[in-house]
């Protein structure tokens, strides 16, 4: 497959639903999924994964919404030339995880427990991987809200007869009701995206990627998108079945689709001063965080106050010893009652991931590589790429 084989397979509604049930375990349902790093700070530069080649062996850490580890992301990168990190990348190489999983097949047809445990080894979240963060019914009812069919032999919920009702419930069905989901807009305004004109593509990805930090700034662009995508084909999109229904009228029908190109370029010269504003505001509040470090530092150097280095690692050091003992304990507890410790795995991985996270910013700022300097920079590239 190459990447317009990719493109095709992710507009498929069985392929973006069975996206939604992936991200519910592994990173979230939002746009924020995109800039999601396990145990690290939110991305800021889309222009690779943030953990590039160290393997996870060495620190490496899973990022974006399909949450891929250094390695895979570098696989999915040689084999179909993926240029960045950005969202619409990160969606086909969830796509490209199912053709490594021979999956893809299975999603599209809506073979849903046979993709499950095709892709548990991809997906540690999904039921069967090590994690276990959901149960099937959780992944069929996910899947089923965000427009899945199902197929095949998978004419069933998993979970036993006796344990529900012969419908489902009422907020898991599709409905012509269901309002849009953030998740499931930024996945259409993607792929409307990836059929625009190369040129259209850049301007478009770079006021994305430059306003990305900012979920206000990031809902006004693809709103503003979808605006069009109503305007062309001349009725409401405001539920995900309208949605869904509206793009895939757009995708098929070129004249449409110039159409949405056009009014695409002409919103976002509209909105372009109101998004430079709050970007200006973005700026200044990291600004003022810097500075009131900054002030900090100095204040304790007049007043001759020990640096607190040492006693921050010393005590970093012992909590993490005794959250090791404490885990140790209680995983040994819970395995000899035969008790389920998937989520309390999972629970102590976020409680670690959070402390090394905070540690990783104190050792970024004290020795100049605060994730702050770093968000500037990637501003001002974004910045003179967009002028």
Not at 149 to 156: L, P
Not at 239 to 257: F, G, L, N, R
Not at 262 to 276: F, R
Not at 309 to 333: E, H, P, Y
Request: charge should be negative; hydrophobic fraction near 40%.
């Amino acid at each position: 497959m190459n990447l317009q084989d990719l493109r095709a397979a992710f507009n498929n509604p069985n392929v973006r639903a069975f996206y939604m049930a992936v991200r519910r375990g592994e990173s979230s349902l939002t746009d924020e999924a995109y800039q999601m790093v396990n145990g690290g700070p939110p991305i800021t530069d889309f222009s690779r994964h943030p953990y590039d080649g160290m393997p996870t062996t060495q620190g490496g850490h899973a990022a974006g919404a399909p949450q891929f580890i250094p390695s895979t992301w570098h696989e999915l990168q040689v084999k179909y030339g993926f240029p960045d990190f950005s969202p619409q990348y990160q969606d086909l190489g969830y796509v490209g995880c199912l053709v490594k999983r021979n999956a893809l097949e299975d999603v599209i047809a809506g073979r849903l427990k046979t993709a499950v445990e095709k892709c548990h080894l991809e997906w540690s979240s999904l039921p069967g991987g090590s994690e276990q963060n959901q149960h099937y019914q959780q992944v069929y009812d996910t899947y089923i809200q965000y427009g899945g069919t199902i197929g095949g032999e998978d004419t069933q919920p998993a979970a036993p007869i006796e344990e529900r009702s012969t419908e489902l419930p009422i907020a898991t069905q599709p409905n012509e009701g269901t309002p849009m989901g953030a998740g499931l807009v930024m996945a259409l305004v993607q792929s409307l995206i990836s059929g625009f004109a190369p040129l259209v593509q850049q301007k478009i990805g770079d006021a994305i990627t430059k306003h990305g930090g900012d979920p206000v700034a990031t809902a006004s662009i693809t709103n503003a998108i979808m605006n069009s995508v109503s305007a062309a084909v001349g009725t409401p999109v405001t539920t995900d079945a309208q949605a869904v229904a509206a793009v895939a009228a757009v995708q098929a029908d070129p004249t449409k689709m110039a159409v949405v190109q056009n009014t695409a370029l002409s919103e976002l010269d509209k909105l372009a001063p109101v998004l430079d504003k709050l970007h200006q505001y973005s700026k200044d509040e990291w600004a003022a965080e810097e500075a009131s470090m900054d002030a900090a530092s100095a204040r304790a150097k007049e007043d001759n106050t020990p640096d607190q280095d040492f006693t921050l690692t010393i005590s970093l050091i012992a909590f993490m010893g005794i959250i090791l003992v404490a885990l140790g304990a209680s995983i040994g507890i819970m395995a000899y009652y035969k008790l389920p410790y998937g989520d309390f795995l999972a629970l102590f991985s976020g409680a670690v991931g959070v402390i090394l996270g905070k540690y990783g910013t104190r050792i970024d700022y004290r020795y100049g590589s605060s994730r702050q300097s770093a968000a500037k920079d990637v501003t001002i590239a974004q910045m003179a790429k967009v002028k």
